[in-house]
């Protein structure tokens, strides 16, 4: 690839990588900060809130769907230039985001004590696993619109608003949390009221916005079945790819439970870390699942070809600066984190395995948008399960011979860090080597 075809490639990326890494970090910043001062109430709310962030996170990743099945359908039109199309194919999924919401929202309220009684967990730990988890299950319906609205937006090229949305909403949310939890005195469900009001919040914001693009284009605002439909087709494969990767991490919770409390608290510190870098890393991604739909849908395959090795290369670089700096600050980050002792000695080996694994993920997260930006679910889904099956023995090995101490934690946190997310850049690799997931045109 010349160095000429290389400058608007990298212009084309950057239009939309840098303002998706402020709004994907926003939400890891919030949950640092939110783990921080839950951190500071004891052992017990840090733990409980793992717990809980693990059943609520799987919830709502396994709808990411929502966003991440509407960037494509929505960029492919656009490139093949349907605006009118892309903008109707939004909103069917923001109609589908609010039936599916208020579904799971009503069933995970009345499930919650069982969900969290699932991980074995001590008597208080589950107890403010409970009351975080309950009180979350109001938000629930909102954070599935802001999925799906945000889908629309990065399809239409835009990710400069849900850069302003996402800022405003989680600044919002760390006051209120704030206020709720320290200054009303409402301790771990104040985390959790603060969440629902600004999620809600942001909501509001996307309803204009999405309604102004409808009116710009002539679209309708009515729900269409037969999009719904396709929306809900579409996404089948991208859930099974995301609960293939919900069961990796709730199999490592599992297994950080066994280990103990303290371990416990410590992996969710240590998995709030790589989630912040996940998140960042993803920046590149989104910029791949809206350049490559709109590449295919306008039949450039040579543009799709450029946008693939142009990401691939800045992921793993990127991941190697943010792995090197998390490696550095290992040693003194547990502070931020928590003030009990026990739980502080054991994050500096993980954390900084963490971050040793960062470029690794900077090259998986990449290809995995690559491949949601052409419409290739169907393979991310079924590689999906083969990769959970290479990480089942590599964590029931941290579970047995671990010990209840840094070393166990430590080994966990390898298990996921290079184990999985190795397992996963083989099959990602493989794939994009060829080009059958190179289908051009207006729909897959």
Sequence with gaps: MSILLRRPVDREILRLAVPALGALVAEPVFLLADSAM???????????????????????????????????????????????????????????????????????????????????ASADVSEQASQYLSISMLGLPAMLLVYAATGLLRGLQDTRTPLAVAVAGFAANIVLNYAFIYLAGLGIRGSALGTVAAQWAMVLVYAVIVARHARRVGASLLPHHAGIGRTARSGGWLFLRTASLRAAMLLAVFVATRLGPDELAAFQVAMTVFATLAFALDALAIAAQALIGKGLGAGDLESVRAVLRRCVQWGIGAGAVLGLATIALSPVAAALF????????????????????????????????????????RYLALTGLANVAVFVPLAVAAAVWGGHDAAGLAALTAAFAFGYLGARAVTLGLRARGRTWMRAGATV
């Design 338 to 377: 928590t003030s009990d002792a026990s739980v502080a000695a054991l994050l500096p080996v993980s954390l900084a395995i963490v971050g040793a694994g960062a470029p690794l993920g900077g090259y998986v997260f990449v290809l995995d948008g690559v491949l949601i930006g052409a419409g290739d679910a």
């Design 38 to 120: 839950v951190g500071h109430l004891g052992v017990a709310p840090l733990a409980g809130l793992g717990i809980a962030s693990a059943v609520l996170q799987t919830i709502v990743g396994l709808m990411v769907f929502l966003a991440y099945s509407t960037t494509p359908a929505v960029a492919r039109r656009l490139g093949a230039g349907d605006e009118r199309g892309a903008v109707a194919a939004g909103v069917d999924g923001c109609w589908l985001a609010l039936a599916l919401g208020v579904v799971l929202a009503a069933a995970g309220w009345a499930a919650s004590p069982f969900l969290v009684g699932l991980f074995g």
